[in-house]
């Protein structure tokens, strides 16, 4: 039997991206839908590593192709709402990393949502997989969880 998951504290995190939810996340009943969770992840990743000068969207060699996901809910969030989305990184492969997110209603303690999805990095024009650039190992090692060797 697998324990059950709980909302996580801030200092579980490494680093924090503000998002904010949009009139067209909340659904019928009046919070964010959950497909707009992964949107956060994602968001809140991407906008970290562009922020940090290695992803370029638009002519980067390297790009990530997200290969799983999963997210768990503790707490509704809904619009007009920020949103803090605390990062880090639970393993950082030759190729892959599992980016581990948790999504807090501003100022409050523990998250309304938590969960990973795992990036493979591949060429842009191959979509083949390929090393982490060094640019982008250092710029994830402050991010990474005491003790992951990779």
């Known amino acids: 039997m697998t324990a059950r998951a709980t909302p996580l ?21 009046g919070h964010v839908n959950n497909v707009v969770y992964y949107s956060f992840f994602d968001t809140a990743v991407n906008r970290f590593l562009i922020q940090a000068g290695v992803l370029d969207i638009h002519q980067g060699p390297v790009i990530g192709l997200v290969v799983e996901t999963q997210c768990h809910y503790f707490a509704p969030l809904q619009f007009p709402q920020s949103i803090e989305a605390g ?29 990973h999805f795992v990036h493979v990095y591949v060429d842009r024009a191959s979509r083949r997989p390929t090393p982490l650039p060094a640019a982008w190992l250092d710029t994830l090692a402050p991010l990474q969880v005491p003790g992951d060797l990779g």
């Open 9 to 29: 504290p801030r200092s579980h995190f490494r680093a924090f991206e503000t998002l904010t939810t949009r009139w067209m996340d909340n659904d019928v009943y």
């Open 87 to 115: 990062l880090r990184v639970a393993h950082v492969g030759r190729s892959s990393v599992r980016y581990e997110v948790g999504l807090f209603a501003a100022g409050e303690p523990l998250t309304a949502a938590a969960g």
